[in-house]
């Protein structure tokens, strides 16, 4: 209510730091009365600078979106925004993991926001832990809390692996531990930053006097931030 009364002063409205699920309900009924942008920055920031940095190791590994194998641990905002944005981007195996395990459809401890994923996600119905989950999966992102992950479960990934263990302040897996555990790409929350992504969007919404902020929006700024990539790049040199 306090940023509908006041929205009228601002140009776009970047909602920050709402916990889920109730962040998913404001940021929806905010977007549905208000005529101008309102982006939740936990949500759709984290994921536009995610994708981007998925958009670059996928090229530097020679793998596709369409085929690739991903695994999330976390399942709050910023966990639920990146697989919801993974999935329209074309990504067509993900499995979400909370600190329960594999959310699938027919787990009876869900939320509402959790039970709306398990439609859309794990079509193969793995039920398990997140180290179970790993197995074979080519890509792995965090979003959760520090140490989930061990070098055993890095090493139990697919060839030419892709760790994202972007937990703030202390990742998952340290990045050294997941290169020496044999993961091709390793990035951390240090490089894969938020910050990379909201300024530039909210600049160009301003500039196009867009009233809202779509998908394909979010899309073309996660293709410029990879494709500012120096080719060939390895990640980690970059931190």
Known sequence: ETVANIHTGFGAIMLEDIGAPEC????????????????????????????????????????????????????GAAGIAITKMLLKYGFREIILCDSVGAIHVGRPDMNASKREIAEQTNPARLKGTLADAMKGSDVFIGVSRKGLVSKEMVKSMAPRAIVFPMANPEGEISAEDAQAAGAEVVSDGRTINNALGFPGIFRGTLRARAKSITYDMLFAAARCLADLTPAGAVMPDFM
């Open 24 to 75: 998913f309900e404001i940021e929806r009924r905010l977007q549905e009365r208000l005529s101008k942008p309102v982006f939740h920055d936990d949500q759709h920031g984290t994921a536009v600078v995610t994708l981007a940095a998925l958009i670059g190791a996928l090229r530097r590994v020679g793998k596709k979106a369409e085929t690739a194998r991903v695994v999330l641990s976390g399942a």
